[in-house]
């Protein structure tokens, strides 16, 4: 992708809602199961198609009626882009898991799977967060990167411990619906996506 094109940040919200789309897709296969949400499947899926405006038409609203404050638009730009991670997390880890058949949230091939699907979040969040909340996508100075790592290192033990506890608490058995990793996903969102903005706020791209 063009550099060019990549400094033209007004198509950002459109590029991020392109990559929530995608992976929202295993996490509404998985949610058409679920009875409290099977009724309004296909409605879902008019939203998954149309996620790329509506991130466009929400990110926009949000700095017109608050969006003076550099601060706000920070917070803003990381909430979209926290929206996007959740989706990519919750997605991936749905698909690999499916694919794998690893269910139980205490063994080890369970939880690498989920430290996959969160380093790939990580990733998105970096990419997005330098590029538009807090850098200019300049080349990145090796201190900078470490403290990238250390922070991402944090937020993927943070995540999985988050997840493996919550089902173990919610179901006991080990047996569990696919949607229900979407529901411990919501929990272990919260919980890394406010480890991650403090640590790229005050000291990833702390300026």
């Not at 789309?21 to 899926?45: D, N």
């Not at 794998?100 to 970096?126: C, E, I, Q, R, W």
Request: glycine content about 8%; proline content about 6%.
């Amino acid at each position: 992708m063009p550099v060019s094109f990549l400094k033209s940040r007004s198509m950002y919200p459109f590029l991020i809602g392109t990559v929530m789309a995608v992976f929202l897709i295993p996490i509404l296969q998985s949610a058409e199961h679920a009875p409290a949400i099977a009724p309004y499947a296909p409605y879902l899926w008019i939203v998954v198609v149309a996620a790329p405006l509506l991130v466009v038409l929400g990110y926009g609203t949000g700095v017109l009626l608050l969006g003076r404050m550099n601060v706000i638009r920070e917070v803003l730009r990381f909430g979209v882009i926290g929206a996007s991670n959740f989706a990519v997390d919750s997605g991936a880890t749905q698909t690999l898991i499916a694919l794998t058949g690893y269910t139980d949230p205490k063994s080890l091939p369970f939880l690498l799977l989920n430290a996959t699907a969160v380093a790939m979040a990580v990733g998105n969040s970096y990419a997005w967060n330098r590029w538009w909340t807090f850098g200019d996508g300049g080349v990145v100075a090796r201190p900078t990167f470490i403290k990238f790592i250390a922070v991402s290192l944090g937020a993927i033990a943070i995540n999985t411990a988050t997840v493996s506890l919550s089902l173990q608490a919610f179901y006991p058995s080990g047996d569990y619906p696919l949607y229900a990793l979407t529901e411990v996903k919501v929990i272990a969102t919260v919980v890394s996506m406010t480890w991650n903005f403090l640590g790229y706020k005050f000291l990833v791209f702390k300026k």
